[in-house]
């Protein structure tokens, strides 16, 4: 998909600022058991179609309003996901604003996770 110019400013204005790891690293976590929430920030539709094996769903345009009755621990490690690292980008960044301090956004969302053929459930 290609994106507007202006949205991937402010993506990389986010980017600047926040963490990521790939979904090799995200997938080693899991394999070792690692304690995080896995978070899905994508819309609905595209949960319900199939997501990360694991993951809970706090899509993009609910995780700020949401996120401190479902993660009240500001230190809780969390990895976000989007579809290609972009909306979980942003999301990490405004998480960050809002206090949580162990956030990481997953580069290449759920396109890098599915081509690398990791677990996905619906």
Known sequence: MAHSERFVHLVDDAKSRIRE????????????????????????????????AGAIHLGKGIIERDIEARVPDSDRAMVLYC??????????????????????????????????????EE
């Open 21 to 52: 790891i790939t979904p090799d690293e995200v997938h080693a976590m899991l394999e070792r058991g690692d304690d995080f929430l896995l978070i899905d920030t994508r819309e609905e539709s595209e949960w319900k179609a199939g997501h990360v």
């Open 83 to 120: 579809g290609g690292g972009f909306r979980s980008a942003l999301a990490a960044d405004n998480l960050q604003k809002m206090g949580y301090t162990n956030v990481l956004s997953m580069s290449e969302g759920w396109r890098g996770w599915g081509a690398r053929g990791f677990p996905t």
